[in-house]
């Protein structure tokens, strides 16, 4: 069984441009969650997605937003990019509701680099 | 707000020893708590988790313990092996909030062979 899969893996970026991420998770999973790394602040939730519908957010601007897509595939945005948006950015996907709704898997991630 | 505190931020260990992680929260509603593993490179990986009506649960070398009434639970790894060195973060959620976990700041472990 395929695991999340996250791209790009590594990108660069300068300021005031904007990136999409994408994940792509676990066959049969249709929550996804999005979470910001970085050596300072730990493991941030961003925002989850479940059935395309946006179920939970974190405390981020509004530069930084999601979709989800039919298949359950989801994209985040992260737009007018500063240099603290420098980060890891997980993506988890986890089963739909019951014993399995917290049980996250988690992607390699998504390195980005601001400049 | 939801807050989770992890200490210590790093441990070294020798081969063999025993390593124990604590965490506490602060929503008493969080019912739900993981411990996850991440080595350098990779995404987290759940290693075991442990839910509110349950006060110890054991994985071969590896324990969690809950205390619900102090809002603290710990991790337990027995037998150390170099291959345990990675960095664990412990989280809290409440059941069926889906994918928002509340995240500690994590513990660097170093196995010493």
């Known amino acids: 069984k395929a695991g999340v899969t996250q791209t790009p893996r590594y990108l660069i970026k300068t300021r005031g441009q904007q990136v999409t991420l994408s994940c792509s998770p676990i066959s049969g999973h249709r929550s996804v969650s999005w979470y910001q790394q970085t050596p300072g602040q730990g493991l941030q939730f961003l925002f989850e997605?479940?059935?395309?519908?946006?179920?939970n957010k974190g405390n981020f601007p509004g530069r930084f937003s999601g979709r989800q897509f039919s298949n359950s595939r989801s994209e985040m945005n992260v737009s007018t990019l500063e240099l603290g948006d420098s980060a890891l950015y997980l993506c988890?996907?986890?089963?739909?509701?019951?014993?399995?709704?917290?049980?996250?898997?988690f992607g390699a991630g998504s390195r980005l680099t601001v400049l | 707000g939801e807050n989770v505190e992890q200490h210590p931020s790093t441990l070294s260990v020798q081969e063999g020893d025993s390593a124990v992680i604590k965490c506490t929260y602060s929503?008493?509603?969080?019912?739900?708590f993981p411990w996850y593993k991440q080595e350098l490179g990779k995404g987290p990986q759940l290693i075991i988790d442990?839910?509110?009506?349950?006060g110890e649960k054991k994985d071969q070398r590896i324990a969690v313990t809950l205390n619900k009434t102090a809002k603290h639970f710990s991790l337990h790894i027995t037998e150390t092996q170099p291959e345990d060195s990675a960095v664990y973060f412990c989280?809290?959620?409440?059941?069926?909030?889906?994918?928002?976990?509340?995240f500690g700041q994590g513990t660097e472990l170093s196995v010493k062979p």
């Open positions: 997605y479940f059935s395309e519908t946006q179920r």
């Open positions: 989280a809290a959620a409440f059941y069926n909030q889906g994918g928002k976990l509340i």
């Open positions: 442990i839910r509110s009506n349950v």
């Open positions: 929503d008493s509603a969080s019912n739900y």
């Open positions: 988890a996907s986890s089963l739909e509701g019951g014993s399995g709704a917290n049980v996250l898997t």
